[in-house]
């Protein structure tokens, strides 16, 4: 064999070992420290209750007129709750709350009085509102809406 065989055959040699020193160190010297598994789930679950103590924020009461077909004026006594995705967003909803009111008289001024009494029509009414404020908001802010005083005359 010639010398420069030879000393490829070294050069190959030291790149395998090189490798496979590598493949051992990651698989062996590399590792993350092991999880605490109770520790993770105490922190879970501490986590879920805070998310779940989210208290929702009160609107003051306040009337929409209804369209009506006929000549008599139909109105929405209205007082709701508005439930948060976080703690943080509750004063972002106290410093917004005009939103609230300008959207509910926009969609009230759309539906019927008839389309208000009745269970399905309290949920569209929920849904359009928390539609269109978390889009007016440009974040979802809006979790859920209780309806606390909900009259129409």
Do not use: C, W
Not at 17 to 24: N, P, S
């Amino acid at each position: 064999m010639g010398s420069v065989q030879k000393i490829l055959v070294l050069i190959n040699l030291v790149v395998v070992l090189a490798g496979a020193g590598l493949v051992f160190y990651s698989h062996n010297m590399i590792k993350p420290a092991p999880t605490d598994q109770a520790a993770e789930i105490q922190n879970l679950q501490s986590d879920a209750a805070a998310k779940a103590q989210v208290q929702p924020v009160p609107m003051k009461k306040f009337v929409v007129n209804l369209h009506s077909r006929s000549s008599r004026l139909r109105y929405l006594d209205l007082e709701m709750n508005i439930l948060p995705f976080h703690e943080d967003q509750k004063e972002l909803i106290k410093a917004r709350d005009y939103i609230f009111k300008d959207i509910v008289i926009e969609i009230g001024a759309q539906l019927e009085p008839d389309d208000l009494e009745s269970l399905s029509g309290k949920i569209l009414l929920e849904n359009k509102i928390k539609k269109q404020v978390n889009a007016k908001l440009g974040q979802p802010v809006v979790k859920q809406i209780f309806f606390s005083g909900f009259v129409v005359q």
